[in-house]
């Protein structure tokens, strides 16, 4: 039954994303004051990012089915390579949905910056934007990072290990525009 629950989780969040997908973009395409709402961004990446990593969780979660209940063998322990296949299949979904659960307190964050700043700044809101599209795009390709002691090649750790260092950019940079913006403000 643990399973089968998992599976109707992972449906219910994938129903509920794309239910957040539609309805954020018929908001933006009717409402142009809409689209500068940062907490809606903030929304929208999020279920972005739970639309294609829940499928991958699925996935290895019906893979494990079937080799438990049905003796098939997609994650055989004698070929090495295969138990290494359940791993990135569980990191390409639980190394986002770190993301998945800040985001939104991003979005919110940045909403009271903006609330309490009392400047006028277009940077700052297109800045942010930049920085939560960027973590997510980054976030979702870095899931390599937790698997270092696996034996992965030389060039696939340099390259994890590198888009690493480089989320922290963009990390900053939120963190920098949430300390501009609170300096101006009268708070």
């Not at 770190?98 to 940045?110: E, H, Q, T, W």
């Amino acid at each position: 039954f643990l399973m089968f629950s998992l599976h109707l989780a992972g449906l219910s969040s994938l129903f509920g994303a794309i239910n957040f997908i539609c309805t954020l973009h018929w908001i933006f395409s009717i409402n142009i004051s809409a689209r500068m709402s940062i907490v809606l961004w903030s929304y929208l990446f999020t279920s972005i990012l739970l639309l294609v990593t829940l499928p991958v969780l699925a996935a290895a979660i019906t893979m494990l089915l079937f080799d438990r209940n049905f003796s098939s063998a997609f994650f055989d322990p004698v070929v090495w390579w295969v138990v290494i296949l359940f791993q990135h299949m569980f990191w390409f979904f639980g190394h986002p949905e770190v993301y998945v659960l800040i985001l939104p307190g991003f979005g919110m964050v940045s909403h009271i910056c903006f609330s309490l700043s009392m400047t006028s700044d277009v940077f700052g809101f297109y800045g942010l934007l930049f920085a939560m599209f960027s973590i997510v795009c980054l976030g979702s390709s870095v899931w390599g990072h937790h698997m270092f002691t696996v034996g992965l090649d030389v060039k696939t750790a340099v390259f994890f290990s590198s888009v690493t260092m480089i989320i922290g950019v963009p990390t900053g940079m939120k963190v920098f525009t949430w300390l501009y913006m609170l300096l101006n403000s009268n708070v």
